[in-house]
């Protein structure tokens, strides 16, 4: 899709970006003239995205980032000022589930899910909010979360807890440093196919899950490009603390 918006003289981070959502996020904003940093764990999945950005015209490095530790998530954003000269786009995508009976949740799978999609994104946004201040330009987080973090779904306790408080920390982001000229939205998407799940949507559980949406159909990683687009760029300079869910209607199908 095209959706002719100029992130020129712009940069971005952008976390979990060595494949998935990340990498096409990264990619987007790219394509529509930002710089991007792409940071992850994976290094070396994030060098393969910068190369391949490079080579369709764009500016992009990588980075190596634990989102839930302190440390790596200030250095991730001071890299990406030294390299770019600023920072004016954050997105938080970093994420992990489990699919657990909440009886048989352990206490370490817990703390690692909520740990990468909670705190890693307070970490990050913190750091990343004290260096758009610091510049005085502003800029605009956008923050991964889900529907799951608006209704619930069996055996992802955890998960639906992360992004649920997700929501409400991007709330108390954009309410805090709004005075900083910087905006704060959760983007949610329904369920999007990818290659880590196309196999389960093509078993039967799975189509009966896609009956249920009212689109009758998965989303695709190109519905989510016009929504990131929008919340990163001056489309959506009035817009801020808002949760902008992107899912085929699922959310308003019926129990």
Avoid at 152 to 179: D, H
Avoid at 223 to 245: I, K, N, R
Wanted: aromatic share 6%; hydrophobic share 45%.
């Amino acid at each position: 899709m095209d959706f002719r918006v100029s992130l020129e003289g712009r940069s971005a981070l952008v976390t979990g970006a060595s494949g998935g959502l990340g990498a096409y996020f990264a990619e987007r904003l790219a394509a529509s003239g930002a710089r991007v940093a792409v940071a992850a764990r994976r290094v070396e999945a994030c060098e393969a995205l910068c190369a391949r950005i490079r080579a369709g015209g764009g500016q992009a490095i990588a980075l190596a980032l634990d989102v839930a530790d302190d440390a790596s998530a200030r250095q991730a954003v001071e890299n990406t000022r030294r390299a770019f000269g600023g920072l004016h786009i954050l997105v938080n995508n970093a994420g992990v589930t489990a699919t657990t009976p909440l009886m048989d949740e352990t206490a370490e799978s817990w703390d690692r899910i909520l740990d990468t999609n909670l705190k890693g994104a307070f970490l990050v946004g913190r750091a990343a909010a004290s260096a758009m201040a610091e510049g005085g330009q502003g800029g605009s987080i956008v923050n991964v979360a889900s529907i799951l973090g608006l209704r619930v779904a069996g055996q992802v306790a955890a998960y639906a807890a992360s992004k649920a408080a997700l929501v409400q920390l991007t709330k108390s982001m954009a309410l805090e440093w709004a005075r900083h000229a910087i905006r704060a939205n959760a983007l949610c998407p329904g369920y999007v196919e990818t290659d880590l799940n196309r196999d389960f949507f093509e078993s039967e559980a799975g189509r009966a899950l896609i009956r249920r949406i009212p689109t009758r159909r998965l989303g695709t990683l190109a519905d989510l490009e016009g929504p990131l687009l929008f919340l990163s760029s001056d489309a959506s300079t009035y817009v801020t603390g808002t949760t902008l869910v992107a899912d085929g209607g699922h959310l308003v199908s019926s129990l």
